[in-house]
Structures are given as structure tokens and as C-alpha cells.
């Protein structure tokens, strides 16, 4: 670990995570040691600690989902925390940073899985499997994220229009903040009732601030935010 005295941020060093799962362990305990250096309470480490878990956890679904088909995936992982903003309190921004480029043939991965026996292509149910479908189909392309949509109470909820698209640079943004915004101002609605139900039992959901999903022509960036404040 490294620490930049004049901007204030502790800076883990960038750890790679491959296909086969190597660096997931390396970076969850990156997140322990950086947690360890910091004057916060033992429940904001044990919140740190979640967050990486709920966030590497997903990235594991992803290479196990993918299987041989995800042989050349790779990852960035690291971690910042910046005091120096939150200058009239103590605490300060934890951020959970991945960026991920990958070379799979999407169309391939879903004739496999319309021919398989368990047909895996089922609607996702809950908050991280939501970031995880997005992740997953920016990697094949930000326009595969435009045809993401989910089933609730007999209506259809499409999450990947609920970000925001700019056609011209092909770039696309998803921010956990606003869709939690939108689901809350339609929770009375049968069809969005179970997406607040499942933002209510979510774990990172009711930890982290806010998480970020960019994608752009060739990558994918996942950025988990959790201000802390003694």
C-alpha cells in the first residue's frame, strides 16, 4: 500500500484478476490491509470488507458463468480512499475500482445457453446480479446493454434503458444512486414493487453510496463509492 501524503488518498497498488479466478484473494485482502491503516470504526472496516466480497463475488460469477468462453477475460482491481474531501468531518470516500476488457463471442454464449440443459437466461433477481448482467453485456458491446430488461409483476422493467447512452461516442452509464431513485419513485407500481423489495434486502445496496457502471467501445469500468463519517 501506498499513501500520497499531499492529496490525502491511500492507494492500493493495481492487482490483476484473469479467467481462472487468480487476484480475487490478492485484492480482498488488499481491501483488509487498507482497512487496517485507516482511523474508522470496526464496523466501517467490516462494511469494507462486504463490499469487496459482494463486488469480487460478482466478478466470480461472471468467469464461472462464462466458463471457457471467458479465457480471455481481464481485470484491473484497486482501491482508493480520500480524506482530504471531507474536510469539515473526519472519515472519508472509500471507491472499489474494476475495469475489465474481454474478447467473447456473445452470440455464441447465448446459443449455449438456449440449447443447455438448467437454460441459465433467466431474468436476474437482485441488485449485484443486475450490475452483473449489465458488466456482462457491456463486455460484448454497449449497444447488447440496450436489450437487457427484467420481469416484475407481469411487467417488463428495462434497467439498461435506465442509464444514460451517448450514441455518438457508443458510451454507456449506469449509476446504482438513480436507478435506486427511479425504482423508489414507482414502488407503488405491481411492476416495479419487487425491484424495491429486492434494493431494500440488498447488502451492497443499503452499504455503498452509489455504484457506477461505464461502458465504452472497449471497456468495462465498475466503481463502488461508500462515503464513511466518524
Do not use: C
Not at 500520497?4 to 492487482?15: P, V, Y
Not at 487476484?23 to 474508522?40: P, T
Not at 456473445?106 to 449489465?134: D, F, H
Amino acid at each position: 500500500m501506498t499513501y500520497n501524503k499531499e492529496l490525502d488518498i491511500k492507494d492500493i497498488e493495481h492487482i490483476n484478476i484473469d479467467s481462472q479466478g487468480g487476484g480475487i484473494e490478492e485484492a480482498l485482502e488488499s481491501v483488509e490491509d487498507l482497512a487496517k491503516n485507516l482511523d474508522i470504526s470496526a464496523k466501517d472496516k467490516f462494511h469494507m470488507r462486504l463490499l469487496a466480497e459482494e463486488t469480487l463475488g460478482m466478478i466470480k460469477a461472471i468467469i464461472s458463468e462464462n466458463d471457457s468462453e471467458s479465457g480471455d477475460f481481464k481485470a484491473d482491481f484497486w482501491t482508493e480512499w480520500n480524506s482530504q474531501i471531507l474536510t469539515w468531518k473526519k472519515g472519508g470516500i472509500f471507491k472499489i475500482f474494476i475495469k475489465a476488457d474481454a474478447e467473447v463471442d456473445y452470440e455464441q454464449r447465448r446459443e449455449l445457453i438456449a440449447v443447455s440443459s438448467n437454460k441459465k437466461n433467466i431474468a436476474p433477481r437482485g441488485v449485484m446480479e443486475k450490475v452483473r448482467e449489465l458488466v456482462e453485456a457491456g463486455l460484448h458491446g454497449v449497444n447488447e446493454i440496450l436489450k437487457i430488461q427484467t420481469e416484475y409483476g407481469g411487467g417488463a422493467i428495462n434497467y439498461g434503458l435506465l442509464g444514460a447512452m451517448d450514441v455518438q461516442q457508443m458510451m454507456y452509464s449506469w449509476s446504482m444512486s438513480k436507478y435506486k431513485n427511479q425504482v423508489k419513485d414507482n414502488k407503488n407500481n405491481l411492476a416495479w414493487e419487487e425491484a424495491w423489495d429486492e434494493l431494500e434486502k440488498s447488502i451492497i445496496a443499503n452499504i455503498a453510496d452509489d455504484i457506477q457502471v461505464g461502458v465504452n467501445a472497449s471497456q468495462v469500468e465498475i466503481v463502488v463509492i461508500k462515503e464513511f463519517l466518524n
